[in-house]
């Protein structure tokens, strides 16, 4: 069996803010300051793999704090989906498909043009066993934190942790 999660990375995120709006919000979820500078939220009922809730998060997120927003959901390892919440917009990929829209949007928020090929690379490759995998080259390329390949709420909720974090780390709205 593959791995299921969904995340949201807040580009330049203040955990404090972003754990503030989760509360306002209603939601349950986790919020871990990410090592690369953002923070990512675990959404209890995004990790049930509702797009459609999975972007009206995002859109709501990325308005209330003026940031870009990168969601993530990967289906059994064998779908991975992603979407840029940004300036009002949303970017949409789905395994393999729009690799070059895509792409062109997230290299304009992680290293500009001169990273385009190697998002749209890794975003293109047709071959990769794992889903996880394809997430874990697109977060080194970009700079986008490891945690957001692999980490959902149901993860976090059984007490999994990642590496390098202590229960203190993780926050619960």
Not at 77 to 106: I, M, N
Request: aromatic share 12%.
């Amino acid at each position: 069996m593959g791995s299921f999660y969904t995340n949201f990375e807040i580009v330049r995120g203040d955990s404090t803010e972003v754990l503030r709006v989760a509360k306002e919000l209603g939601r349950s979820a986790f919020v871990i300051s990410g090592k690369n500078g953002d923070t990512l939220l675990f959404d209890a009922d995004c990790d049930e793999q509702d797009v459609v809730e999975i972007e009206r998060l995002g859109r709501e997120l990325s308005d209330r704090l003026q940031l870009p927003v990168v969601a993530s959901l990967n289906h059994d390892d064998d779908h991975l989906l992603l979407w840029l919440f940004h300036s009002g917009r949303v970017s949409r990929y789905e395994s393999c498909l729009h690799a070059a829209k895509f792409g062109w949007a997230l290299s304009r928020v992680f290293g500009g043009i001169l990273s385009y090929p190697f998002i749209a690379a890794v975003l293109a490759w047709p071959v990769f066993i794992f889903q996880m995998f394809r997430h874990l080259l697109l977060a080194k390329v970009t700079g986008l934190s490891p945690l957001s390949a692999g980490l959902g709420y149901t993860y976090l909720s059984r007490g999994e942790r990642p590496p390098g974090y202590t229960e203190d780390d993780i926050k619960r709205a």
